[in-house]
């Protein structure tokens, strides 16, 4: 087939606007931010595709064909937002699987609060400690404990009259926790950022550890996030000579989220 040259040139512009046939489009958000859906969208775009997030609204500019999918996937994503209850419990005696077993096995009301309790709580003898924060789904939430300790500070000074001793006494906290991101991933999981941190007292100084990691756990479920082991060890003399002994015991800090009632 031949083409004169007026319809070779409208042919080719028509390619030219069939190639750029893009449209744009303002999509009202109801729950979530438009950042947080822009952030989901933005893998999923062609080359040309661009999205904005402004507050609540994102500003689409697509073929048509690829908005309709947009429009069906933000109907899908911007979903109400959750209020959720992470537990953290602090324990040298039971881990993730036994406290899971435990609550599958009985609803017994001496295991209630292995299904959460408000505030605060502390087993001096079973090394036990349990905080419960509420947070909203994609906020972050703090957890953190910590001790204060004194800490003497010693200085001289000499001088050609003699020398002179000063002491003080400072009171520092030591505080370790993190702050967690939780989102909801299908009906009973639920993904969390975390980003603990730890000071510790050395030397009369306190140094700090710090890392981020993401988990991904079931809702309702205990999972380990940090363990620590210390190590105590005692000798002594008896009757059958000289004794020492080595007593190793880990602390472990593991995290629940359940959809707050």
């Known amino acids: 087939m031949k083409f004169s040259g007026p319809t070779l040139a409208i042919s080719l512009w028509a390619a030219a606007v069939l190639a750029d046939d893009t449209v744009m489009e303002i999509i009202e ?23 904005v997030a402004d507050g609540a609204k994102l500003i689409v500019k697509t073929a048509p064909a690829k908005l309709a999918e947009i429009r069906a996937l933000v109907k899908q994503l911007d979903g109400p937002v959750r209020n959720l209850t992470i537990s953290v ?33 502390e087993d001096l003898r079973g090394q ?11 906020q972050t939430a703090f957890i953190k404990t910590g001790e204060i300790k004194p800490v003497r500070n010693v200085a001289v000074y000499g001088s050609n009259y003699g020398g002179a001793v000063l002491s003080s006494t400072q009171m520092l906290e030591a505080s370790s926790g993190f702050a967690v991101v939780p989102r ?22 306190i140094a ?17 996030i940090a363990g620590n082991a210390d190590q105590t060890q005692s ?25 707050a009632k």
Do not use: C, Y
């Not at 700090?208 to 380990?224: D, S």
């Open 208 to 224: 700090t550890q710090a890392v981020q990691t993401t988990l991904r756990a079931k809702l309702g479920e205990w999972i380990e």
């Open 235 to 259: 000798s002594g003399a008896g009757m059958t000579g000289f004794n020492q002994s080595t007593e190793t015991q880990t602390t472990r800090i593991l995290i629940r989220v359940d959809i």
């Open 128 to 138: 036990r400690q349990q905080q419960q924060v509420r947070a909203t789904e994609g």
């Open 29 to 51: 958000l109801g729950n979530r931010p438009a950042a947080e859906i822009q952030a989901l969208l933005q893998p999923l775009l062609n080359g040309d595709d661009r999205i």
């Open 89 to 121: 419990l602090q324990t040298t005696s039971q881990t993730a699987e036994q406290l899971n077993a435990e609550a599958a096995a009985t609803l017994h009301p001496e295991r209630v609060e292995l299904r959460g309790l408000a505030g605060n709580t």
């Open 184 to 205: 909801l991933a299908g009906d009973d999981q639920v993904t969390l950022a975390i980003s603990p941190w730890s000071n510790q007292f050395q030397n009369g100084e």
